[in-house]
T-cell receptor, first 114, second 113 residues
Framework: SQTIHQWPATLVQPVGSPLSLECTVEGTSNPNLYWYRQAAGRGLQLLFYSVGIGQISSEVPQNLSASRPQDRQFILSSKKLLLSDSGFYLC?????????????FGPGTRLTVT | AQSVSQHNHHVILSEAASLELGCNYSYGGTVNLFWYVQYPGQHLQLLLKYFSGDPLVKGIKGFEAEFIKSKFSFNLRKPSVQWSDTAEYFCAVKKGSQGNLIFGKGTKLSVKP
């Protein structure tokens, strides 16, 4: 069966520090991968998605970047965190292909920028 | 821009009350519709989905949703809620066959025992 892992679970970082959040998927190959940010009362905002290694699409211009160095690994990064980067970050995957209906979500990372 | 609207931010019900959570979307073409649920401390998980066919969709734990194309709506219902239904519920819309999911802002449901 497929599983999705995210780490760390929680993170407290000072403003201006770098960020690296990791997401890995097991039990499937060539998944579509997604990074979302969930803010209270604001729902889920899609940040990045990837349909393959090295292929990243950005939905919202911001202080963050994403990379996909391996088929089942998706990394969210920042060179210098802002206070506004605080939030709950979710990674998700879906089956490859045009008809990628369902997305499966990881446990999330709670990021607090101080 | 396409959007998904969930009308209620926080709903508080007593056990056994009936539930209806509203969801409207603004996209006019073919859509796939989803309801996701996030129980306290757990992953976001799929509750039910609509792709085509019968507009009344049944999901897990006694939930159902009805797709009304003319109203651009996909409301979630449950005839009798339980305390364990306390969670946050998200409506999501996928445009066409290759679009990404667009989520609503979520509705927090609190069920009093």
């Amino acid at each position: 069966s497929q599983t999705i892992h995210q780490w760390p679970a929680t993170l407290v970082q000072p403003v201006g520090s770098p960020l690296s959040l990791e997401c890995t998927v097991e039990g499937t190959s060539n998944p579509n991968l997604y990074w979302y940010r969930q803010a209270a009362g604001r729902g889920l905002q899609l940040l990045f998605y990837s349909v393959g290694i090295g292929q990243i699409s950005s939905e919202v211009p911001q202080n963050l970047s994403a990379s996909r160095p391996q088929d089942r690994q998706f990394i969210l990064s920042s060179k210098k965190l802002l206070l506004s980067d605080s939030g709950f970050y979710l990674c998700a995957w879906s089956v490859d292909g045009a008809y990628a209906y369902e997305q499966y979500f990881g446990p999330g990372t709670r990021l607090t920028v101080t | 821009a396409q959007s998904v609207s969930q009308h209620n931010h926080h709903v508080i019900l007593s056990e056994a009350a009936s539930l209806e959570l509203g969801c409207n979307y603004s996209y006019g073409g073919t859509v796939n519709l989803f309801w996701y649920v996030q129980y306290p401390g757990q992953h976001l998980q799929l509750l039910l989905k609509y792709f085509s066919g019968d507009p009344l969709v049944k999901g897990i734990k006694g939930f159902e949703a009805e797709f009304i194309k003319s109203k651009f709506s996909f409301n979630l219902r449950k005839p009798s809620v339980q305390w364990s239904d306390t969670a946050e519920y998200f409506c999501a819309v996928k445009k066409g066959s290759q679009g990404n999911l667009i989520f609503g802002k979520g509705t927090k449901l609190s069920v009093k025992p």
